[in-house]
Antibody, heavy 121, light 109 residues
């Protein structure tokens, strides 16, 4: 069964750091680009970033570039999101998601249930 | 960065047709993807590449594209279709970053 499970969320003060993990199972993890998407309370989906299948490159959304870092360990089938310089605006549910198979982008076809990050002032 | 604009809400009666639009410059050159998001649940991909339907998604869901606007169409709307819907696209070059639309709340009357 194809499955993604996020962990590592919690409460942190402004300026603090956190590391989220996303454990993958049931598919060939190292063959897929992996994304992070977040949703602030009462707000829409916000694209955080992506890491290529082999970990060679990562790209970020405007709101997190320079503060967040995406990495992966293909030997452990695990994706990471390192959050630094956190602000209350970073509060929300963070989802990891898999790129659907294919030579080009075909959408995000598998999602985790999310982990909650709360940055309190 | 660019934006994708959706109407905040759409209301539809059961068994009628809901149409949700998404507008943005990049859509003239790039595919759109649609996600259904229910409260407390993970998003579900319902349409990819403007009009393709993933396996397991009911045939009631379809998509179309015209210029800078794409449309998600839900025929024979059921109560279970009540959710938020988001479009997504890639950078106009076809790469990253990606962006999500502003989201549309579909209410089944």
């Amino acid at each position: 069964q194809v499955y993604l499970a996020e962990s590592g969320g919690g409460e942190v003060q402004p300026g603090g750091s956190l590391r989220l993990s996303c454990a993958a199972s049931g598919f060939r993890f190292k063959s897929h680009g992996m994304h992070w998407v977040r949703q602030a309370p009462g707000k829409g989906l916000d694209w955080v970033g992506v890491i290529l299948y082999d970990g060679s490159k990562a790209y970020y959304g405007d709101s997190v570039r320079g503060r967040f870092t995406i990495s992966r360990d293909n030997s452990r089938n695990t994706l990471f999101l390192h959050l630094n310089a956190l602000s209350p605006e970073d509060t929300g549910v963070y989802y990891c998601a898999r790129e659907a198979p294919g030579d080009s982008f075909n959408g995000l076809d598998v999602w985790g249930r999310g982990t909650t990050v709360t940055v309190f002032s | 960065s660019y934006k994708l604009t959706q109407p905040p809400s759409v209301s539809v009666s059961p068994r009628q047709t809901a149409r949700i639009t998404c507008s943005g410059e990049a859509l003239a050159k790039r595919f759109a993807y649609w996600y259904q998001k229910r409260p407390g649940q993970a998003p579900i991909l319902v349409i990819y590449n403007d009009s393709e339907r993933p396996s397991g998604i009911p045939e009631r869901f379809s998509g179309s594209s015209s210029g800078t606007t794409v449309t998600l169409i839900i025929r024979e709307v059921q109560s279970e279709d009540e959710a938020d819907y988001y479009c997504q696209t890639t950078d106009i070059s076809g790469g990253y970053p990606h962006v999500f639309g502003t989201g549309t709340k579909v209410t089944v009357l």
